[in-house]
Structures are given as structure tokens and as C-alpha cells.
């Protein structure tokens, strides 16, 4: 159940690999804020779709104890937020595979041979979007409502197939 | 491992002329005032000096006398060594520099040596690339590389003498901590409690830098070198064997941390060193427990006390059976001789990572004293003072609220009420003088897998600034406490905006120094606190304050550098619990105060 879970978003990453998808954020009203493309997002009220949610608990567990919480930086590595913003998917899905050496003692490593977080890539990217472009605020964001009912349906559907092989 | 230790006992008998003469040396320099000759100032970690000629009546006008900055970025933890040569010693983060630079000449560089390390060492550092600093003796400088090469350098001249490998990083072993010389030995632990790795304290031959011995802090009996029959727990002789594997789930205890990366201090007349273990591997305590109760996870989180000889452990203490908070027990245990309840007691004090300040009787290891020194600790309501053990509240057990549950609130966090910043103790006062913690957490266990290499750590964390009662600074994340061992009281308290991660001093001119994460020196009032002189450095504070006299002036020096896990913890600041609530926005971030880079301070008073 876990790996299907960890797996789901693998079809998005394949797909803007191939760099077809062109990424926005909009303000639909008040209240909601998404974006599009690779790492999209659903920010309404301060909640957002399960998904993103995946990306904070990913993050929190594979990056913060370099990146600092809620992705805002440390003294030991950068703010991520503000990397997204800059760089742009391709780079940053490009440097958690193949890790980075910044300057001498200074060092980003590869998760290549993680496959929780590399089947997450675009699940953090949504994390980091929905913290910038999305205006969500610091700590651990709850799942829209209607959209938890959703992710538990799609989680037991998984669960059954993965029974059944 | 048996026929290691057999050897090497045999010889330090054949070679005892030189053991005297090394054991000598260091002792010696330690017990002469005007050196600061080990990194804790004497082998009982007390960070206290002798000197008075900066004193409460002239602190206000002491100033930098010159300032080197190390061109490392990164935490820099430890401090400098004076051992009478008219040069100061120190060391930097990864990569782990090291400077003999000369006191007269305005710092200028005498030599310098740089290891050649490789770089994947440093992301398997779990909170940033710190090192403790240098031990000397003999003419030999030692120091941990971050890699886990232990090297002596000559003193004078800088050149290698030899180095050995006391482990593997690409594993997830790596060293932080500062060597310890005892007798003809150097003795040093490991990091990795985050990597899955297996702790373990080993002593080494000055001389050669061969292997004397090495003591577990897992697995069985024979390799963490207890005697079952010998051994004492609580002043009575452990009397079950192999504890150290009984008390894991089938085969944990293989990748059960406990690594000793604090300080260790030592005893010379009992002639026995100290040190405690971390935490006991994963974070996830249900992956610890054994048919879905508590286990103890021994030997992790305890206080070990060893002979320096062979490594045999003549007692042992765990703080805290089965962690739920990643409470590493590594905290310095402060040897001080203390009346307790009408009788002179050999004490062993320590203001734990738990937020409990204890004192054990340092000759069987029998539990004395627990109270709290962090107030807000609720981790633990007390300690039962038969069994030695926590009384844990239920609302704050990660295990009991089980996997995949946030845990709220719970106090201190895993940064712990103190961290390795170490602590003072003035003879004067009787009082101990620390740098802690005021921080709060949401601990959230999960499944977590064991690979090689890999971060096995299996919960999440976020911080809080710990609650504030009567008037207290709103928000802030630290103090320096005057605390009395005996007692078990704080007997005064300054507040702070950060954590105070700086090693404290003590000095018999009635002041306590310690700095700030701004990047503050501060000297205070050693009687209550009050601030009577401070220097705002280039960088946030993690080092240790020490001091030393040259030519009949004395200095006081000190290594700025922001890092560390403060860093990684502070520097965007913390979330605040109130957010979306309407509460204003007291609590700071770090980085909107200091930025990185290693500078070394040192402070003198006018001619």
C-alpha cells in the first residue's frame, strides 16, 4: 500500500521530463490557488490537495535537516522556496537525482537510490509551488475536505490492486 | 577483541615509564593556571580558570586585541588551546583545518595543516559539518577528522606523525567530537545515531596510533566489555548478561547508535573516564519495541563509566530506557566533589539533554539527584530515584500515541533542554553555569527502512519556542542558568532570544562567560547574572569560551561561526504555534541577525 502511495505521481513526473508542460499559478478566487503543469497545486484556505500534502510530509522527512523547516533554509543549505522560483522544475527534479557540489565542504547529495523520494519529486515540487506561488503558510497544511474523501477512495483502490497481484 | 585487550594491557604494564610521562604531561599543563591545555579546561570538564586579573571590577573594558577568520563557513564548535608556547591552537569545521597561530604577533600563522577529505562525508553529517576541537599532549596535537581519520601532528612544526581509521562514512559513521589523551592513550567516540551505525568508544596509542582497545555501546557483553558479575547498575552488580542484545528486537542492536560524540572527562584518582551514548538508532520507537512493549535499548542514552586501560566498564547508568525523543544522552558529566546529606561524595553532575539536571555518585554510579532545570520539561513527570528511571507521561509518548501520529507540545525537543554546548562549575559557588535550550517540539514517528548509508532516522519534527510564565522574554528560544547539582535548584536565570549553544566559562574573577547566536560575547555577574560587558563577534556563537595567560596578561578567546544544528534549526526561525490566531510575530529568526563564517576573537584587558 505504501509504494503505491509513494509511486502515484510518476506518471506526471515522466511527462514533464519531456518538458511539454508550461507551468502558472492562478488565483481562481479569494480563497484558492492553484498552478498548473509540473508540481501543481491546490492552496484554498490555507488547506491544500493531497498531494501537495504528500510533498510537506516528503520534505520534512528528506530535506528539512538540511533545508530547514517549512523549506525556508538553514544555515546549512538554501531556501528551497526561492529555488523553485529561480530555477524552475527540470533543474531542481535534475539535482535531487544527481546531487550537487556547491563549493568545497558544501554538498547536495544524490537520492537516486531513494525511491521514496525520487517517486516524489514532483509531489515535493507542488510543496514548494503551493509555499510560494500558492502563499501557503508555514507548518504542516491540512488536506482540503473533499479532496481527503478522494485520496482515501484512490488509496483503497490501490490497496485492492495491489492485493491482487 | 578479548586478545586486543589482553595485549595491550600487557604492554601498558612493560611500557609504564612512558604511560606516566604522557598521563604526566596533560595532567600537569591542566593543573598549571595559566593554560587552557584540553578543551573542557581540566579533565573533570569544569571550564573553570583560576585566573582573576579580568574581574568584575575591569570586565567593562576589556577588547579584541586581534581577530582571524578561519575562511571556513559552517559551525564552529570548540575552542582554542594554550599550552604555554606563546601559539594558540585551533581547528575549523569540514575540512577541518588546523592553525598554530602566534599569541604575540597578532595571530599571524606559524603553520597550518589541512587534511585531504572526501567530500561525500558531508552529507552524512546529520547536523552540519562541526568539529569539537583539538586534544594536545606531549608536543602531539590530535585531532577527529570528520571522516573519521584520527591524526597527531607535531605541535611545533605541523607535520602528520600518523593517522588511523576509526571508521567508515560511507556507512553513515562519521566524527565530530574532541579526542581525550589519558595515560599513553586518545581516546575518542563517533557520530552517526541518525545513520544507523553502531556507537562505540576506542582508544588508541599516542605513540603509533595502534588500536588499544574498543567498547561497544551495543550487541553483547564481551564486546561492550562489561562483566556481568562486576559491572554495576545502580551501585548492585548487573547480573544479567548480554543486555546490550536482549533488550532490542532480533538483531537491532546492530544499527542501535548509542555513539558517544560528546565530551569525556576523567578521573584520576579512580582512574576512570566518563562519557554517555546517544540515542538508540531509529527514531521510530515501535521499530525498538519488542512484542509491542517498551524496551530498554541498552546501552544507548547511558553514562559509562570505563577504565582507561582496557576500556572494562565499571558501571553504568541509562537516562532514559527505550527514547521516544531522540534524547541523546552525550551531555559532559562534570566530576565535582559535593556534600550530600552530611557525607563527601565523588558527584558526577549533568544537565542532561532531557531537561533534568542529575547528580550520580561518580565511584558506583548510584542515582542522587534528578529535578528539572528546563521547567517546561513534560516528556517525564520525575525520576523514580529506586530504579533510576523516567517517569513517563503518556500524553507525551510518540510510542503510546503510536506511528504515524503528531505528537504535540511535547518539551524539551530533540535539540534537547541542553545540547553539546558544555557546561561550568566553579568550586567557589558550587554552582554549574550553562548555555540551554528553551524549544519545544511535534514529534511524528514513521516506518522507516534500513540502508547503508542512508538517513534511518523514521520520525518528522517541528519546533516551538518552549511556553513562558511570570514576565518571562515572550518568545525566546534560550537562558544561561546558574544551577545548583545538589540541590537540584536553579538559583538564577537570564533569558536569551536564542538557544544559548556556547560552551560556558567560569573564572575565579567572579565572572561567567558565554555567547550568544547572534554572536554576543557576554561576561555576567557569576553571583546573579548581571551582564557586565559584551562584544558582538562576526557570527553567531557555537564555540567555547576559554581563557589563558601569556607573559603575565590574560586572554580570553573565542571561535565564532554560526552552524551547527542551531543553525539549521533556527536560521529561518520557528513556527509559531499561535500562527493564523491573531498572535503577533515574536518569534525571530536567526538569520535576521548573523550569517556564517569562522572568525577566532581574542579579548585582553588594556596595558
Known sequence: MTVCVRFRAIPVFALALLGFVTTHAAADDENRMTGEGPGA????????????????????????????????????????????????????????????????????????????????????????????????????????????????????????????? | MLRVTGFAVAATGLLAASVAH???????????????????????????????????????????????????LRGHEGGPLYVGDGRLYIHTPFPNKVFALDLE??????????????????????????NRGLAYADGRLFLGQADNTLIALDAESGDLLWDVSNGDHTVGETNTMSPLVVHDKVIVGISGGEYGIRGHMTAYDVESGEMVWRGYSTGPDDEVLIDPDTTLMLGEPIGEADLGVSTWPEGEWERGGGAPWGWVTYDPDLDLIYYGTGNPGTWNPDQRAIDGEPADNKWAITVF????????????????????????????????????????????????????????????????????????????????????????SDEYSTFRQGVNVNTTDICPTAMGAKNMQPSAYSPRTGLIYAGINRICMNYEPYETEYVAGQPYVGATLTMMPAPTQNGEMEGRMGSFIAWDPVAGETVWEVDERFAVWSGALATAGDLAFYGTLEGHVKAVDIENGEELWRFKTPSGIIGNVNTFMHEGKQYVGVLSGVGGWAGIGLAAGLEDPEEGLGAVGVFSALGDYTKLGGVLTVFALPD
Open chain 2, 22 to 72: 604522557a598521563n604526566q604531561n596533560q595532567l600537569e599543563l591542566q593543573q598549571n593556571p595559566e593554560y587552557w591545555a584540553t578543551q573542557l579546561g581540566n579533565y573533570q570538564g569544569n571550564r573553570f580558570s583560576e585566573l582573576d586579573q579580568i574581574n568584575r571590577d575591569n570586565v567593562n573594558e576589556l577588547r579584541s586585541v586581534w581577530q582571524f577568520s578561519t575562511g571556513v
Open chain 1, 41 to 165: 497545486f491546490i492552496v484554498e484556505d490555507g488547506k491544500v490537495d493531497p498531494n501537495t500534502y504528500e510533498g510537506y510530509l516528503v520534505y520534512t522527512r528528506a530535506c528539512m535537516a538540511c533545508h530547514g523547516p517549512d523549506g525556508m533554509g538553514s544555515s546549512f543549505a538554501p531556501n528551497l522556496i526561492r529555488v523553485v522560483e529561480r530555477r524552475g522544475w527540470e533543474n531542481f527534479a535534475g539535482t535531487i537525482a544527481a546531487g550537487r557540489e556547491v563549493q568545497p565542504g558544501q554538498v547536495m547529495p544524490s537520492f537516486a537510490d531513494d525511491p521514496y523520494v525520487m517517486g516524489n519529486i514532483p509531489n515535493l515540487y507542488s510543496y514548494m509551488r503551493a509555499r510560494g506561488e500558492g502563499g501557503l503558510g508555514r507548518g504542516r497544511p491540512r488536506i482540503i475536505e473533499s479532496m481527503q474523501e478522494q485520496d482515501e477512495e484512490k488509496d483503497e483502490a490501490a490497496e485492492e490492486a495491489s492485493a491482487e497481484d
Open chain 2, 305 to 392: 563509566a570505563r577504565d582507561p586501560n582496557n576500556g572494562e566498564v565499571k558501571w553504568v547508568y541509562q537516562k532514559v530506557p527505550f527514547d521516544e525523543w531522540d534524547y541523546d544522552g552525550v551531555n559532559e558529566n562534570q566530576l565535582i566533589d559535593i556534600e550530600f546529606e552530611g557525607e563527601e561524595r565523588k558527584g558526577l553532575a549533568i544537565i542532561d539533554r532531557t531537561g533534568f539536571g542529575m547528580l550520580l555518585d561518580r565511584e558506583t554510579g548510584e542515582l542522587l539527584v534528578a529535578e528539572k532545570f528546563a521547567p517546561e520539561t513534560n516528556w517525564a513527570d520525575s525520576y523514580d530515584m529506586e530504579t533510576g528511571r523516567p517517569n513517563v
Open chain 2, 105 to 130: 604577533d597578532e595571530g599571524r600563522v606559524v603553520w597550518s595543516y589541512e587534511p585531504d577529505q572526501d567530500s561525500r562525508v558531508i552529507p552524512v553529517m546529520c547536523c552540519d559539518t562541526v
